[in-house]
């Protein structure tokens, strides 16, 4: 692995985040990848070989093409998003959170075959992204699938290959609003003066259909399968994947951040034992946290002075007890079950809490009209403000409401 990654060409890299990114991987196997959502801009691929040119099994990262399909399709009600089937309760929010196979087998289904795969060659599956680096793959989408293998395809990505470059252009395009952009290593003085991104396609998926994934990716980092990224100080939207092709472990994460203004989207792949235990998610956010003072968001204040306040769910987690059969069920050959994703070992209780939620200002045209929210945070107005001299009869009341709710995340 380190003599792969000793033949990466770093010329135009940006040797801070590459520093970084490589200090985050160490010597575990596997591929990162850096880059600007907004403009394309590569800022550094660690292991360029399989990060561009061996393609790998999406597992469950591509049920955000999934996603995307039955919300454009109207499989999935934006507004009863847990209406999929009559056995199949879960809402979009909490199957992406938790990478529930069920519900997207159920969505990929209704979707159909052709269908879908005209949605992942839409988000850049199938084809090079077209980066100034040699030798690119352009992977693989299945050819024919019918029945419930259609199913599977939709929630495991069967027959399937994709690059961390590709997963990095399409998790970019969610990011940016519906722009599949060139991705770029600045290489000369031009190439480092250029801002506006080389825009490879507007992708035909409706603005709403972005903003509605948003919620569940958000959750994933925060509470759900992606939680080993998660980070207080910046709101992180991510996918997680893991599954087993043939016979060896593979462990993916796609995410962008931060949520309000995207600067930063990064894609980990692991392989073999670094595959396993989301390896991936832990990787991606060493890298966040690093470079957060460079990257990071907006004081939660300036931005709150500029957008008005929403009320919001906020769910509270808390982690139930794993069995050694459950365990031993992630080693087995059977993709589903081997699939870790399906994160069936959180329990979840949503807890009505008076929250903020920060929704970002409306796009126009080519950067269309995608909503931007970034992490709910309890409302502290009235825990703040110095409490008025009470008798003993109330002092119990106000002890109770200053009492901090908080989640096991």
């Known amino acids: 692995m380190q003599s792969m990654i000793a033949r990466d060409d770093v010329t135009g890299e940006d040797p801070e985040i590459r520093r970084v990114a490589v200090n985050a991987l160490g010597h575990h196997a596997g591929t990162v990848v850096v880059m600007d959502p907004k403009t394309g801009r590569i800022y550094s691929v660690v292991n360029q070989q399989w990060a561009l040119r061996e393609g790998v099994k999406p597992c469950s990262t591509i049920k955000l093409v999934t996603g995307l399909a039955g919300l454009n399709e109207k499989i999935i009600d934006p507004a009863n998003t847990a209406a999929i089937s009559y056995s199949n309760k879960v809402d979009l929010t909490s199957a992406l959170a938790h990478s529930k196979n069920d519900y997207f087998q159920q969505v990929g289904g209704q979707v159909g075959f052709k269908k879908m795969i005209s949605y992942a060659r839409q988000l850049g599956l199938g084809e090079k992204t077209g980066i100034n680096l040699s030798d690119e793959s352009q992977g693989s989408v299945p050819k024919a699938k019918s029945g419930f293998s259609v199913n599977h395809m939709s929630s495991h990505g069967d027959d399937f290959k994709v690059t961390a470059m590709q997963l990095a252009t399409l998790?970019?395009?969610?990011?940016?609003?519906?722009?599949?952009?060139?991705?770029?290593?600045?290489?000369?003085?031009?190439?480092?003066?250029?801002?506006?991104?080389?825009?490879?396609?507007?992708?035909?998926?409706?603005?709403?259909?972005?903003?509605?994934?948003?919620?569940g990716m958000i959750g994933s980092v925060n509470y759900g399968s992606g939680r080993r990224a998660f980070n207080p100080r910046e709101t992180i939207a991510g996918k997680t994947g893991t599954c087993i092709e043939q016979g060896v472990w593979v462990g993916l994460f796609t995410s962008y951040a931060p949520l309000n203004n995207p600067r930063l989207a990064v894609?980990?792949?692991?392989?073999?034992?670094?595959?396993?235990?989301?390896?991936?998610?832990?990787?991606?956010?060493?890298?966040?946290?690093?470079?957060?003072?460079?990257?990071?968001?907006?004081?939660?204040?300036?931005?709150?002075?500029?957008?008005?306040?929403?009320?919001?769910?906020?769910?509270?987690?808390?982690?139930?007890?794993?069995?050694?059969?459950?365990?031993?069920?992630?080693?087995?050959?059977?993709?589903?079950?081997?699939?870790?994703?399906?994160?069936?070992?959180?329990?979840?209780?949503?807890?009505?809490?008076?929250?903020?939620?920060?929704?970002?200002?409306?796009?126009?045209?080519?950067?269309?009209?995608?909503?931007?929210?970034?992490?709910?945070?309890?409302?502290?107005?009235?825990?703040?403000?110095?409490?008025?001299?009470?008798?003993?009869?109330?002092?119990?009341?106000?002890?109770?409401?200053?009492?901090?709710?908080?989640?096991?995340?």
């Open 267 to 409: 894609v980990v792949i692991g392989r073999g034992a670094d595959g396993r235990n989301h390896f991936p998610v832990t990787v991606a956010g060493r890298i966040y946290r690093d470079l957060g003072a460079r990257f990071g968001p907006t004081t939660m204040e300036q931005i709150a002075s500029k957008r008005d306040p929403q009320m919001q769910i906020e769910p509270v987690a808390t982690k139930a007890s794993t069995s050694t059969s459950e365990n031993n069920s992630l080693a087995a050959d059977d993709e589903e079950s081997a699939d870790g994703d399906d994160d069936s070992t959180t329990k979840v209780t949503p807890r009505k809490i008076e929250t903020k939620t920060i929704w970002g200002e409306s796009r126009s045209n080519a950067d269309s009209k995608v909503k931007r929210v970034i992490m709910p945070l309890s409302n502290r107005t009235e825990l703040n403000a110095k409490p008025a001299k009470a008798s003993s009869q109330t002092e119990p009341k106000l002890k109770q409401r200053a009492r901090r709710v908080t989640a096991n995340q």
């Open 171 to 215: 998790v970019s395009a969610m990011a940016n609003g519906g722009k599949l952009i060139t991705p770029f290593v600045p290489r000369s003085p031009k190439d480092e003066k250029r801002s506006a991104p080389r825009v490879r396609r507007l992708v035909d998926i409706n603005a709403d259909s972005f903003e509605h994934m948003v919620p």
